[in-house]
């Protein structure tokens, strides 16, 4: 299994690090500390020498509560970073870069601008964006979200969360194949935390498995989040560095291709552990 686009090509058989790279002047997992465009350049390489496979620009807030990002502040936001970011890969055919957006418009320039991968959230939900997506022929991550960002954490409900999350983005499949984008562009997200309790997120990660047998490639994206402070007890959300290691391991260990991350180092240490496990049954 692969995921490729113009130049680049990313193996899953072995599993993937996709670092997050914040671009909104208040990203509350890293405070703000990486903000202009040559530190945004720094912050990518230093993930890429960790272990990072994918880089994951995102100009748009989309913790719980957040307010919504007018178009023309997130493409200031973003484009610049994926400009530079990408000449910095341009000859690493094994490095992507993925963006983490709703709006066609911003997908559209950020290709322009030397992106890979569409890491929607909203799983292609705004007008035009399914259209884009088949356009542009690239991979897109459809993730889970019951809600909006706004109020998903307000009172997250389900009568069985496994099912309802299964139906919502096989439908999504199903859409975006009927749109024209390919089948083998497409990957999957549960949503961690996106209008979800923390039960719900973990009967989402013991099912890893099951969404991994519906034979699309599944990023987990967990790093931080409320569900690893509700167990280790962390408050500081950049402390959350061995909960979120060990969640990322419980995924790719149930099947899942790909993490979504803050820390790459210590996550792909961790990766290496599981791979030495994996190549002492083959010697
Ligand atoms: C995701 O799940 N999430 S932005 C709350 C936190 C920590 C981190 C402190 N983009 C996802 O990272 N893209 C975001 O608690 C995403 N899947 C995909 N595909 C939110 C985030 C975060 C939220």
Not at 32 to 43: F, I, M, P, T
Not at 49 to 62: K, L, P, R, V
Request: charged share 25%.
């Amino acid at each position: 299994m692969q995921i490729s686009f113009n130049n680049k090509v990313i193996n899953l058989d072995t599993p993937k690090i996709m670092g997050i790279l914040n671009v909104t002047p208040d990203s509350f997992s890293d405070g703000g500390k990486w903000n202009s465009l040559d530190k945004a350049v720094e912050h990518a390489s230093l993930m890429v020498e960790q272990g990072a496979n994918i880089i994951d620009i995102g100009g748009e807030s989309t913790r719980p509560g957040a307010t919504p990002v007018p178009l023309d502040e997130e493409l200031r936001r973003v484009v610049p970073v994926v400009e530079k970011v990408a000449k910095e890969f341009a000859d690493r055919e094994d490095i992507m870069l993925s963006i983490d957006t709703s709006q066609p418009k911003v997908m559209e320039e950020a290709v322009k601008a030397g992106a890979h991968i569409w890491n929607d959230i909203r799983a292609l939900r705004l007008d035009g964006a399914l259209e884009k997506a088949a356009k542009l022929q690239c991979p897109v991550i459809l993730m889970h979200m019951q809600g909006d960002p706004k109020t998903m954490q307000v009172d997250p409900h389900y009568t069985d969360v496994v099912a309802e999350v299964r139906d919502f983005l096989l439908k999504r499949v199903d859409d975006s194949i009927k749109a024209g984008i390919k089948k083998e562009n497409i990957i999957l997200d549960l949503g961690f935390g996106f209008g979800k309790s923390v039960a719900h997120n973990y009967k989402l990660l013991d099912a890893m498995q099951y969404f991994v047998d519906f034979g699309y490639p599944v990023l987990s994206a967990l790093s931080r989040k409320s569900m690893i402070q509700a167990a280790c007890h962390v408050d500081k959300a950049d402390e959350r560095v061995v909960g979120s290691v060990a969640g990322a391991l419980l995924s790719i260990e149930r099947g899942a291709q790909m993490v979504r991350v803050h820390d790459v180092k210590e996550t792909k240490e961790a990766f290496d552990v599981y791979q030495a496990l994996l190549d002492s049954r083959k010697a």
